[in-house]
């Protein structure tokens, strides 16, 4: 089982709506959570941290649960300029500085 | 601009044939990282070096070979290469803080 899961999607949203999806993380011990985001043959790159009571970046809101182990990401009144692939990272107590990343949840804003 | 830097962008090798992917930061980070992302897998950690003159394994080191040279430069060399190293290859860099900042990438082809 991977230690960080995501639906591939793709997520297909039409311009100003709002789009949510998961992630589930394995290791009871994940500490330290994100999000980053990766354009098409683009480096990663941080988009938020995710608190554990929840935290917004204007459009974006970052859930964690830690009861049932996954973290959210929504994005309202999405833009053409938000489609890429979000992905989701996790770091445990253990592994300071060692990310795990999940595989990446496509998102496609359509005009 | 202050960031990771990563040459070559492209590389083609043939089976068997070696060579060293350069990565450098000047951020004055401590920790680097080399990290491979192929579809649907995520990002997984090949090496990782916590502080200059320190090297530890990640969760895919078979095959690679790293060198901390200094506290800005972290290469990957591949000794003998294989088609299933065929791969984008990251370098990141992180300080204080969990965020990496990651370098523009490799794309290798083993043929």
């Known amino acids: 089982r991977k230690e960080v899961e995501q639906d591939p999607g793709p997520f297909n949203v039409p311009e100003g709506a709002t789009v949510a999806f998961n992630c589930t993380y394995s290791n009871s011990a994940s500490q330290s959570f994100f999000w980053y985001r990766q354009d098409c043959r683009k480096e990663p790159k941080l988009l938020m941290s995710?608190?554990?009571s929840g935290n917004e970046d204007g459009r974006f809101t970052a859930q964690l649960n830690r009861a049932s182990q996954y973290i959210s990401l929504l994005i309202r009144d999405s833009k053409l300029s938000d489609s890429a692939t979000y992905l989701c990272?996790?770091?445990?107590?253990?592994?300071?500085?060692?990310?795990?990343f999940g595989a990446g949840t496509q998102v496609v804003v359509t005009p | 601009n202050a960031g990771v830097t990563q040459t070559p962008k492209f590389q083609v090798l043939k089976t068997g044939q070696s060579m060293t992917l350069q990565c450098a930061q000047d951020m004055n980070h401590n920790s680097m990282y080399w990290y491979r992302q192929d579809p649907g897998m995520g990002l997984r950690l090949i090496y990782y070096s916590a502080s200059e003159g320190t090297t530890d394994k990640g969760e895919v080191p078979n095959g690679y070979n790293v060198s901390r040279l200094n506290k800005r430069e972290f290469s990957l060399r591949l000794e003998s290469a294989a088609p299933s190293q065929t791969s984008v290859y990251f370098c990141?860099?992180?300080?204080?803080?969990?965020?990496?900042?990651f370098g523009s990438g490799t794309r290798l082809t083993v043929v």
């Open positions: 995710v608190y554990s």
């Open positions: 990141a860099s992180s300080g204080q803080s969990y965020g990496y900042t």
């Open positions: 990272v996790v770091t445990t107590t253990d592994s300071w500085g060692k990310l795990q």
